[in-house]
């Protein structure tokens, strides 16, 4: 594969290397090139030359390369694991079992979702085909890295795209390693192409390239505005998976502790940073001490500190910005009148001098009012709010501005489905359900939460064009 900015394409205009950080330590661990105009434009120029071959290629023969590249990506879960966890702090026994199996996981589910797509189907009177359309540009972020390359990849090559991957700049290291296995899956030149750089350079040239046909982002809001922007005035597709302000909706008839647990437990795993985390625990108010104590003891459980130490079950925010920025609204909220019961903006306890540590924070008396309430922390910060019946739980889950996800616990299936059907939210997890069981459901969700879905079938749909054939 050609990849501009490390071997492969030249870039005249490249240059700026880009220090990756191991927010444990604060040391430099690597780095990387950031690939300028000139390297995106030959970026996608190569990835351009390769889609009609790519999407003239036999189905069956562009699933065996995925299926090869999730076989080579299983092979190197140890390597993939200390990487992930020296570039982004996730614990290595986490990073290991979650961010290297995701992955796997994913481009097996596309996989089996490609072979009964309907590339061609007989509907209205007329024959319709969904064809490939085009290059597809992913800008991906640092989070779940490999899961997120691999929630775009998949379907798009799947479905006959080439690919320009643009990853995060504060996680890109690992990249090394997918590059490897795509090589080794037999991959052809130009249906995968890397180029590393910062949004406003890198990602901003590759949006804006004129043959570019679908930019799918994964990032914040900020930056899905700025994609929209660009991709509207171009009258170009975009797939935009942005933030979330997941609640956890518990109702009376739930088993308190282990719903309680588990929202916590969620809500601080990989340190808070992830867009579908449940930051808001909805209880009963006559329920709402003991929910309150379940849930200071769940997070007090949590071991706090360096990604590679043993016993570490909480690792580091992934940037010195992120930490100050989390602890600020941790403040914030205290001085609107929300009350810390476990952590709070001080370092947790125990944690090395170096290091972008927050502690994992439970929030009580959270009104919907507060900015905390229903602002993206992307921090380990649980807000605790009380509701007085079904209505106003509903009311309250509902009260932001975001629709990514949402947790519901009741011992009543029927009960479930009701209350399901009025979160707005991409997706209603009940009873702790996890993603990673259910990799074929779309993912994506309601207002500020994006536009479009991946995974399964729905996100094979986002890098198609659709074509009827009439009177033939």
Not at 15 to 36: C, K, L, M, N, Q
Not at 83 to 94: D, F, V
Not at 184 to 204: F, N, R, S, Y
Request: proline residues 6%; negative net charge.
């Amino acid at each position: 594969m050609a990849q501009p900015g490390t071997a492969g394409v030249a870039d005249p205009d490249a240059g700026r290397t880009i220090e990756v950080v191991d927010p444990s330590t604060e040391e430099v661990v690597g780095h990387v090139t950031e690939a300028g105009p000139a390297g995106v434009d030959a970026a996608v120029r190569a990835a351009r030359a390769a889609q009609p071959g790519w999407a003239a290629t036999a189905l069956d023969d562009r699933l065996a390369r995925l299926t090869a590249l999730a076989d080579s990506l299983e092979t190197r879960a140890e390597p993939i694991g200390r990487s992930l966890a020296r570039e982004m702090g996730m614990p290595l026994a986490q990073a290991v079992a979650v961010q290297a199996a995701l992955p796997v996981g994913v481009l097996r589910a596309t996989v089996e979702a490609a072979r009964t797509f309907p590339f061609a189907a007989e509907e209205g009177g007329a024959t319709i085909l969904r064809e490939p359309a085009g290059v597809v540009a992913a800008i991906t972020p640092w989070n779940f890295p490999l899961h997120q390359i691999a929630a775009k990849i998949g379907p798009a090559i799947a479905v006959g795209c080439t690919v320009v991957l643009k990853p995060s700049e504060l996680a890109p290291l690992t990249i090394d390693l997918l590059e490897e296995a795509a090589r080794e899956a037999g991959l052809p030149e130009g249906v995968l192409v890397v180029v590393h750089g910062t949004g406003p350079v890198t990602g901003e040239a590759l949006v804006r390239h004129p043959d570019v046909d679908v930019v799918s982002l994964t990032g914040s809001v900020a930056a899905g505005r700025r994609v929209g922007a660009i991709t509207g005035e171009a009258i170009k597709r975009a797939c935009l998976e942005l933030g979330g302000k997941s609640p956890s909706v518990v109702l009376d008839d739930a088993d308190l502790e282990h719903a309680v647990r588990h929202t916590t437990e969620r809500c601080c795993f990989n340190s808070g940073q992830a867009c579908n985390a449940p930051t808001r625990l909805l209880v009963p108010r006559e329920r709402l001490d003991d929910a309150l104590a379940i849930a200071v003891d769940a997070a007090a459980g949590l071991v706090v500190g360096p990604a590679t130490a043993e016993g570490t079950t909480m690792g580091p925010v992934i940037s010195a910005a992120a930490r100050d920025r989390i602890r600020a609204a941790i403040d914030g909220a205290v001085a609107e009148g929300a009350r810390v019961v476990h952590g709070g903006s001080a370092p947790p306890d125990g944690v090395p001098d170096h290091g972008f540590w927050v502690a994992p924070t439970v929030l009580a008396d959270v009104t919907a009012e507060m900015r905390v309430h229903g602002e993206e922390l992307f921090g380990p910060v649980l807000c605790v709010v009380a509701y007085d019946d079904e209505d106003d739980a509903v009311r309250l889950a509902n009260a932001t501005d975001y629709g990514l996800s949402a947790e519901l616990f009741t011992g009543d299936p029927e009960r479930a489905r009701r209350v399901a059907g009025r979160l707005r939210a991409g997706q209603v997890k009940v009873g702790g359900v996890g993603a990673r069981q259910t990799l074929g459901a779309p993912f994506g969700g309601y207002g500020l939460s994006g536009l479009g879905r991946e995974l399964g079938r729905f996100g094979l749909e986002e890098f198609v064009e659709t074509k009827a054939v009439l009177g033939v």
